[in-house]
């Protein structure tokens, strides 16, 4: 099981871990729930309902990664054919985004979070490392996490189709990049492993 997430009798997961491999996946959870964000603020009138209804950006984020993790819904209107349509397709990303973004990033933000919590209540095996069993609700959201680590760390290495992650395999060892590159590779080959056990 090292390395691998296995199906667990009932449902769910299991993967051994060691030390290491718990502190990166922890540390790249908690820079994910530092990049998205805080939730909304809760209105100041106490309203806890006043969240459900408040409206998220309309214009996409600056930064690469959150453009990643958060695409327009429309493709990219600069590469549209015609000014009109273009600027329609920018249209409706924006209101697009403005009613979804707060829910995506609060979901992606719960996946995170759900990583952090089940790493942070492991119980060490005394041989540096220790079993990490998830439910199927667990399993699911940290296939989601799995993801936007990767997509996170894809756009980081500018990787837009598998042609430039074949490129990677043969960096030299003193590319600075090289450890973010095994970084994308093995959480790669973690999120197929807990895809298998999640299928039916």
Request: without cysteine; negative net charge.
């Given at each position: ?6 199906p ?19 540390s ?11 939730g909304?603020?809760?209105?100041a009138?106490?309203?806890p ?15 690469p ?23 329609e ?24 979070l ?21 439910s ?30 074949d ?24 999120q ?9």
């Amino acid at each position: 099981m090292p390395g691998t997430f296995e199906p667990l009798p009932g449902g769910g997961a299991a993967v051994a871990l060691d030390d290491v491999e718990i502190s990166i996946i922890r540390s790249l959870a908690v820079q994910m729930t530092e990049l998205i964000g805080p939730g909304p603020a809760e209105d100041a009138s106490g309203d806890p309902l006043a969240e459900l209804f408040a409206e998220g950006p309309s214009e996409p984020p600056s930064d690469p990664v959150l453009r990643r993790l958060f695409p327009d819904a429309y493709g990219d209107p600069g590469s549209t054919p015609g000014a009109k349509e273009a600027e329609e397709e920018r249209e409706y990303s924006a209101e697009f985004r403005r009613y979804t973004e707060n829910d995506l990033r609060a979901g992606k933000r719960d996946n995170a979070l759900a990583v952090i919590r089940s790493l942070d209540g492991l119980h060490p095996s005394g041989e540096g490392g220790a079993v990490l069993e998830l439910s199927p609700a667990e399993s699911r959201q940290w296939l989601g996490a799995l993801n936007d680590l990767r997509l996170a760390i894809g756009s980081r290495l500018e990787i837009s189709d598998e042609d430039d992650s074949d490129l990677l395999f043969h960096l030299p060892d003193e590319d600075p990049r090289k450890p973010m590159v095994m970084a994308y590779l093995w959480l790669g080959g973690l999120q197929e492993t807990l895809v298998s056990t999640l299928l039916p």
